[in-house]
């Protein structure tokens, strides 16, 4: 599966274009895209829970609560939705999966680490964009905890060095670094001169695989419309181009991203995101119950232990086991004193 973790949306977005550049990710590929809202404004203070204005177009994906890979229709009813009931599994089937992921601008860190909770509840991913040196270093080591993806403007002047340490530090507490191709395709949103976006994109993009040697990099679009997305074997040979190799740059739309939503999924679906508890299957609760009645029964030989060791515990199965040779042993020497 290919993901597309950064399709560009705001509020006043009309959502014919939004369906449109979704339609055609799907058409190049993507199953799974992510519908990015940035906010680069103060985040607000006061207490209470966050508002998620992204409408949910398609079923939840099958790691966060309530997807499932058989669901069609179940919508999420936290999230606005704009289309009618009648319509909405029609453009489903048309899409690829969508996540709602929120992009936090960071300045000053110092008045956003204790509202990141707050997002993580209100979205399925969280993202932080440092502009300054501080907030990168606290984006890599010092957030209450790590966000999905550290995403970083580099069609613009950093002003700052990205250090081995720091970076990967970062990726092992579990956070990834995002590489969205359209910076360097679209026109630059601030006017900057399309050459020198270029240029920056370029210095600053090998400046970051030098510090993380091409590892924990997710690559994503940051499309603003359906123009700015293109085929995954395009986005490989442009990245290959400039020093990432074409095998991590395929594992960055693949594993790489598909690692971000399973763990993101998790943290929300299981419990304090350590434990995740999931349903047992069918006839479980008789092969346990079966492979205690075998372990009580007489006359039982290898095969009884080998069909209850879906109930048994380690333990439980070595001592059946030395039971089962014991006894063959017993068997083989009434024979030979038959004999």
């Not at 704009?82 to 489903?92: D, F, I, K, M, Q």
């Not at 997305?229 to 442009?238: E, G, K, S, T």
């Given at each position: 599966?290919?993901?597309?973790?950064?399709?560009?949306?705001?509020?006043?977005?009309p959502l014919s274009d939004l369906e449109r550049t979704l339609t055609f990710a799907k058409h190049l590929g993507y199953d799974v895209v992510a519908i990015n809202h940035t906010i680069s404004g103060p985040i607000p203070t006061q207490p209470g829970p966050i508002p998620n204005p992204i409408p949910q177009l398609t079923p939840p994906h099958p790691?966060?609560?309530?997807?499932?890979?058989?669901?069609?229709?179940?919508?999420?009813?936290?999230?606005?939705?704009?289309?009618?009931?009648?319509?909405?599994?029609?453009?489903?089937?048309?899409?690829?999966?969508?996540?709602?992921?929120?992009?936090?601008?960071?300045?000053?860190?110092?008045?956003?680490?204790?509202?990141?909770?707050?997002?993580?509840?209100?979205?399925?991913?969280?993202?932080?964009?440092?502009?300054?040196?501080?907030?990168?270093?606290?984006?890599?080591?010092?957030?209450?905890?790590?966000?999905?993806?550290?995403?970083?403007?580099?069609?613009?002047?950093?002003?700052?060095?990205?250090?081995?340490?720091?970076?990967?530090?970062?990726?092992?507490?579990?956070?990834?670094?995002?590489?969205?191709?359209?910076?360097?395709?679209?026109?630059?949103?601030?006017?900057?001169?399309?050459?020198?976006?270029?240029?920056?994109?370029?210095?600053?993009?090998?400046?970051?695989?030098?510090?993380?040697?091409?590892?924990?990099?997710?690559?994503?679009?940051?499309?603003?419309?359906?123009?700015?997305?293109?085929?995954?074997?395009?986005?490989?040979?442009?990245?290959?181009?400039?020093?990432?190799?074409?095998?991590?740059?395929?594992?960055?739309?693949?594993?790489?991203?598909?690692?971000?939503?399973?763990?993101?999924?998790?943290?929300?679906?299981?419990?304090?995101?350590?434990?995740?508890?999931?349903?047992?299957?069918?006839?479980?609760?008789?092969?346990?119950?079966?492979?205690?009645?075998?372990?009580?029964?007489?006359?039982?030989?290898?095969?009884?232990?080998?069909e209850s060791a879906a109930g048994m515990s380690k333990k439980q199965l070595k001592r059946m086991r030395k039971e089962a040779r014991e006894r063959e042993k017993q068997d083989q020497g009434q024979e030979k004193a038959s004999s």
């Amino acid at each position: 599966m290919l993901y597309d973790l950064n399709i560009a949306w705001s509020p006043g977005m009309p959502l014919s274009d939004l369906e449109r550049t979704l339609t055609f990710a799907k058409h190049l590929g993507y199953d799974v895209v992510a519908i990015n809202h940035t906010i680069s404004g103060p985040i607000p203070t006061q207490p209470g829970p966050i508002p998620n204005p992204i409408p949910q177009l398609t079923p939840p994906h099958p790691s966060y609560p309530g997807g499932s890979s058989s669901t069609t229709t179940n919508l999420s009813t936290t999230a606005p939705s704009v289309l009618p009931p009648s319509s909405r599994s029609n453009a489903a089937s048309n899409l690829p999966t969508t996540l709602r992921r929120v992009t936090l601008v960071i300045t000053d860190p110092s008045t956003t680490n204790y509202r990141l909770p707050d997002y993580t509840r209100s979205y399925d991913l969280l993202a932080v964009r440092p502009t300054t040196e501080k907030a990168f270093s606290w984006a890599c080591l010092q957030t209450t905890e790590p966000p999905a993806l550290i995403s970083l403007d580099l069609s613009t002047h950093l002003g700052w060095h990205i250090h081995h340490r720091t970076a990967m530090a970062a990726v092992g507490r579990g956070s990834r670094f995002e590489v969205c191709y359209s910076q360097v395709l679209s026109p630059s949103p601030t006017g900057m001169d399309a050459q020198r976006a270029r240029a920056n994109f370029i210095g600053n993009l090998q400046s970051l695989l030098r510090a993380t040697k091409g590892r924990g990099i997710v690559i994503s679009s940051e499309a603003r419309n359906a123009l700015g997305l293109r085929a995954p074997a395009d986005v490989v040979n442009l990245l290959a181009v400039w020093g990432l190799g074409p095998e991590k740059g395929m594992a960055g739309m693949r594993e790489g991203a598909r690692g971000v939503v399973v763990n993101e999924g998790v943290k929300r679906r299981g419990f304090r995101g350590v434990v995740d508890i999931v349903r047992p299957a069918e006839g479980g609760e008789q092969q346990q119950q079966h492979g205690l009645k075998r372990k009580s029964g007489e006359g039982e030989n290898k095969g009884g232990a080998g069909e209850s060791a879906a109930g048994m515990s380690k333990k439980q199965l070595k001592r059946m086991r030395k039971e089962a040779r014991e006894r063959e042993k017993q068997d083989q020497g009434q024979e030979k004193a038959s004999s």
